[in-house]
């Protein structure tokens, strides 16, 4: 199947910087890529959709000046998060659906992220 | 807008167990369903999903699912369990146009014992 890469897999951060991860489609063009954030023992809440070219279109209750959103190109869309605070630690996984294929979506290795 | 509840948080079985993981959804429009696995600290990956057509899918490392429109589920099932299906178990929905973002349930922890 169609390869999503997420990068960095775990970061740690001081409080008040901030953190970029991405997210890379291998083998295929996403011109969607959607942001998943997962709390401990907890589903996945979807954060954005990230839309290449265009803004993202965020979730009720995201803040979209805390999590920044960039689709640049078809294979590519990073999350930063700024101004990290403690709160803001999670594990954070992307995903991209495949729009050659039969709708199914790949997700990323997932990033640890701890901010300190 | 959809909605999926997973009816199990927890599901303990024995090895080589059979076992169910339930899944209902709701929706106002025709959905994709589908079953992702996740272990820990990892992505999720595709078990299977349901589309069109016939509403008994296959999927990977034996699991099957049935989808039921009436009573609205997409029940997971496995006729005999390993060590290692013990996993977080994902029921997920989309409306089954575009490419539109997946809904995820609660999810539920299969937890295989010796």
């Known amino acids: 199947g169609a390869v999503v890469s997420q990068h960095p897999s775990r970061v740690i951060c001081k409080s008040g910087t901030s953190v970029k991860i991405e997210c890379r489609s291998l083998?295929?063009?996403?011109?969607?890529m959607f942001w998943y954030r997962q709390f401990p023992k907890q589903s996945l809440m979807l954060m954005a959709t990230s839309n290449e070219g265009s803004k993202a279109t965020y979730e009720q209750g995201v803040e979209k000046d805390k999590f920044l959103i960039n689709h640049a190109s078809l294979t590519l869309s990073t999350l930063t998060v700024t101004s990290a605070h403690p709160e803001d630690s999670s594990f954070y996984i992307c995903s991209a659906r495949d729009e050659t294929g039969y709708a199914e979506a790949f997700f990323g290795q997932g990033t640890r992220l701890t901010v300190v | 807008a959809q909605s999926v509840t997973q009816l199990d948080s927890q599901v303990p079985v024995f090895e080589e167990a059979p076992v169910e993981l339930r899944c209902n959804y709701s929706s106002s429009v025709s959905v994709y369903l589908f079953w992702y696995v996740q272990y820990p600290n990892q992505g999720l990956q595709l078990l299977l999903k349901y589309l069109s057509g016939s509403t008994l899918v296959k999927g990977i490392n034996g699991f099957e699912a049935e989808f039921n429109k009436s009573q609205t589920s997409f029940h997971l099932r496995k006729p005999s369990v390993h060590i290692s299906d013990t996993a977080e178990y994902f029921c997920a929905v989309s409306e089954s146009w575009g490419y539109n973002k997946l809904i995820f349930g609660a999810g539920t922890r299969l937890a295989v014992h010796p």
């Open positions: 083998d295929f063009q996403a011109t969607t």
